[in-house]
């Protein structure tokens, strides 16, 4: 007799499936019902018969497995679950018999032919549905799907049956027959199946984490496409596992920073629940590669096939409360941690997600509370936090921005361990040298995600932007045009604006008391599809600084059309990097060249979880005297008492003079000392002064140091100006960089100090000049000839001016008569 075997009811089949199924043809015959083989026949009890029924067996089992569903109903009305809808009597040949009652909601249920409220929630307590749970495709689906498509698995509703099973007391006792002893509310028998298996026909042990490795290197090394079907249980989307091994992972210099994310079929992991007589199938796509018993696995801990390794990778789990602590006070700390197994296998803390958005693109989708650095997915904490960890060794990877050193280590949970703390030791306390650091460009999260991810960040400062993107605008909800602080006031959310125009540029406003409209203009993907050009990046900026706001050109400079007008008339405070590469540093060393001060500001454009916030963020000095609050630090920001970091921590000085300042010497110049320290938690290898663009000073370390130090003395004979920076080899040299979805390189970089020569600190460069010009006339073009905008006469427009175009070239027409009065008094 084979393991699970359908009794064939069709001599008393009373139903035609039409009927059955409101005219719909209806599969009769061989099927199979979660996983189990049934001969599916359709046999009603009522509502006018009632006759009990008499099938014989002549075999035996350990279970009993009968398909069944509920006609009629009355839960709806009012009445109790439990009502006895039938007996079955299960009978013995040697002429004992074992009788079960089958009640409404205990081992049978109606199924709704539509969702409603009221029926949800209704399944049957010792029932299952015909069907298993069951994962959404993974990389395809209907667009309302979208948010539901997030949560991975769905419950499976009963289709045609509900199945119930009856465990045998006396399973080698052979059974006659299964007498149906019928009530008064009608129900359906569509099948029986016997068990000749002790286990339990449904399945009671939860899923269980499984290794897969292919042996086949072919195979192996290709793209991920793995897929695991289990014919009686469920299995997970399956993941790739990294190939470095734990004590790689464990000394790796970015440690608490990701990894490389692992994109190959092997080694892989899939959590799987199973019967142990079902089968476990692994694909690379279409190509099955191995084929295993489950319950081999259990029982060995191990199945091999040529092709494939299939093992269990845990062997036991507690649950345990977690705390991390500062090292020197003993509190707990927020910051974001990592669990994993040595083998690579992700133990998040509950609450939080092993894998983010199915390890697929996360733009405006699932942020806030978790990221994502490469392979690694880290869960934002206050400090605690709970969860499962396997017993045995597991490894930790926790971090809190750039002034905490990292804790990537080994630890050990023993059998029965229910708490863990772990320790965090400070590196540097720059708010205690006056240093307060803020991320000035940050999109898509709540206020309050923004707090817990600032704080696990180590981020005084957030600057969340509303903005518009298309059809799609963002963050309405948590404007407040003010600052909101914890009770402590050392961490701070503002949610101002970005305003975008896919030519002219886009312009951060911080902030803001009032939104500034329209926030985005033009078309696609600012703004609606469509659109015309409403309004300029000027005009927005002097929107802001009537509110006493500040205006900062973001990602510096693209999108290039406007900035030289905001930079000519003195519109802009700052301007920002969000990533480390030629272009933006050439065009700021351009305009300082030319005589514009502008401090330089760090963001990280956060559109997605895997950007942590702060990845680049600004640190700005505020004198002990003044406190931190949002308005000083945006005080200090224009004066450009700032440096950027992606991880080292600066200090800079020109003869004491600190950035941000102007140093003054006589006619005739002089020599000054530069002093420079750089300290970081990730290994850096050079640290340079730049004067006008060009390296003067430098000091390297070819295997990478977490401290550089640099003095110098320069001679300077003109009015100039001096920044420090340090990074990788070379600075722009290749190197170790983050693993966010920019592969953001590791620097830090100051604002300017200036250094004026016999009077007022002046510069002037006719090749600026001329770069700004060319750059004012191509925007002045772009409006006469190509940017879409309604007539006058037929609107009135947000400005209330008469002549649409003359307020959109105005800003233009100033910035180009500020660059000839710039050049020629110089």
């Not at 569509?190 to 290197?217: H, M, N, Q, Y």
């Not at 361990?417 to 540097?428: F, G, K």
Request: net charge negative; proline share 7%; charged share 20%.
């Amino acid at each position: 007799m084979a393991d699970y075997t359908p009794l064939d009811l069709t001599r008393w089949s009373n139903l035609l499936p039409q009927a059955f199924s409101g005219g719909k043809l209806e599969p009769l015959g061989p099927q199979t019902l979660r996983g189990l083989p049934f001969n599916v026949s359709l046999i009603q009890f009522g509502p006018a018969d009632f006759r009990p029924l008499e099938i014989p067996i002549s075999a035996r089992a350990h279970w009993v497995i009968v398909a069944h569903r509920l006609l009629e109903s009355h839960l709806q009305a009012g009445e109790p679950p439990g009502r006895l809808i039938a007996s079955y009597r299960f009978c013995f040949t040697d002429g004992q018999a074992e009788t079960v009652p089958i009640r409404e909601r205990f081992e049978i249920a109606i199924i709704p032919t539509t969702w409603s409220l009221e029926y949800w929630g209704q399944m049957p307590f010792l029932a299952v549905p015909d069907r298993f749970d069951y994962l959404f495709a993974r990389e395809a689906g209907r667009w309302e799907h979208t948010g539901i498509r997030q949560i991975e698995a769905m419950q499976a509703s009963a289709d045609r049956f509900f199945l119930w099973a009856w465990a045998n007391p006396y399973p080698n006792r052979e059974l006659s027959a299964i007498r149906i002893e019928p009530q008064d509310r009608a129900f359906l028998i569509g099948g029986v199946t016997l068990s000749t298996l002790a286990e339990d026909p449904f399945g009671r042990e939860p899923r269980r984490p499984v290794k897969i490795t292919l042996t086949e290197e072919e195979v192996a090394d290709l793209r991920f496409d793995l897929v695991v079907e289990v014919d009686r249980g469920t299995a997970t989307y399956p993941y790739p596992l990294p190939r470095q091994d734990a004590a790689a992972f464990l000394n790796d210099a970015l440690r608490g920073w990701g990894q490389p994310y692992a994109n190959h079929n092997s080694p892989a992991y899939t959590e799987i629940a199973a019967l142990p007589s079902a089968t476990v199938a692994v694909k690379s796509g279409e190509q099955e590669l191995a084929r295993v018993r489950w319950g081999d696995v259990l029982d060995k801990g191990m199945a091999q096939t040529p092709a494939a390794r299939i093992e269990l990778a845990e062997h036991g789990k507690n649950w345990v409360h977690v705390t991390v602590v500062d090292d020197e006070t003993g509190q707990p700390l927020p910051c974001r941690i990592h669990f994993r197994s040595p083998d690579g296998i992700p133990y998040q803390p509950h609450g939080h997600h092993d894998h983010l958005l199915s390890d697929m693109g996360t733009w405006h989708i699932d942020l806030g509370g978790d990221l994502r650095l490469g392979h690694v997915t880290y869960a934002y904490i206050d400090g605690r936090c709970q969860g499962w960890l396997p017993t045995g060794d597991v490894l930790v990877d926790v971090a809190r921005g750039f002034e905490y050193e990292p804790l990537r280590s080994h630890v050990t949970i023993q059998p029965g361990q229910r708490e863990l703390t772990l320790r965090l030791r400070r590196r540097a306390d720059l708010n205690a040298e006056g240093w307060y650091s803020g991320d000035t460009h940050v999109h898509f999260l709540s206020t309050h995600g923004a707090h817990l991810e600032a704080q696990g960040e180590g981020l005084n400062v957030i600057n969340l932007l509303q903005s518009q993107w298309g059809h799609l605008f963002t963050s309405t909800e948590e404007f407040v045009g003010r600052p909101v602080s914890t009770p402590d006031g050392r961490t701070i959310v503002y949610t101002s604006q970005e305003n975008r125009q896919h030519m002219l540029g886009h312009l951060t406003l911080l902030g803001l008391k009032q939104p500034v409209m329209p926030w985005c203009s033009d078309g696609p993907d600012e703004a609606e599809l469509g659109g015309g050009l409403e309004t300029t990046l000027s005009h927005w900026a002097d929107a802001c600084h009537a509110q006493g706001g500040m205006v900062v050109i973001p990602h510096m400079p693209v999108p290039n059309g406007e900035p030289a007008a905001l930079i000519a008339t003195g519109r802009a405070d700052a301007v920002e990097f969000v990533i480390q590469a030629d272009y933006p540093h050439l065009e700021y060393y351009r305009y300082l060249n030319g005589g514009y001060r502008l401090p330089l500001v760090g963001g990280t454009d956060k559109m997605t979880a895997d950007v942590p916030a702060g990845l680049y963020r600004t640190y700005v000095f505020i004198p002990a005297e003044e406190g931190f609050d949002y308005e000083t630090w945006c005080r200090y920001l224009r004066q450009g008492r700032t440096f950027i970091s992606s991880g080292p921590l600066l200090r800079f000085s020109v003869e004491g003079a600190r950035i941000g300042d102007t140093l003054h010497l006589p006619g005739n110049g002089g020599t000054v000392e530069v002093e420079a320290e750089a300290r970081s938690i990730f290994p850096i290898h050079t640290l340079q002064i730049v004067q006008e663009g060009r390296v003067v000073a430098v000091t390297e370390e070819p295997n990478g140091a977490d401290r550089l130090t640099l003095k110098a003395r320069l001679t300077i004979d003109h009015h100039t100006w001096l920044a420090a920076r340090a990074g990788g080899p070379g600075y722009f040299g290749p190197g170790r960089v983050h693993f966010d979805t920019w592969g953001r390189p590791i620097m830090a970089h100051t604002s300017p100090i200036y250094i004026a020569v016999g009077g007022e600190w002046w510069m002037a460069s006719q090749e600026t000049a001329q770069y700004m010009l060319t750059l004012l006339e191509g925007g002045l073009e772009y409006i006469r000839q190509r940017a879409p905008f309604v007539a006058d006469g037929s609107v009135s427009h947000h400005h209330g001016e008469a002549d649409h175009r003359a307020y959109l070239e105005r800003p233009f027409h100033e910035a180009i008569a500020a660059v000839h009065r710039h050049l020629h008094r110089r």
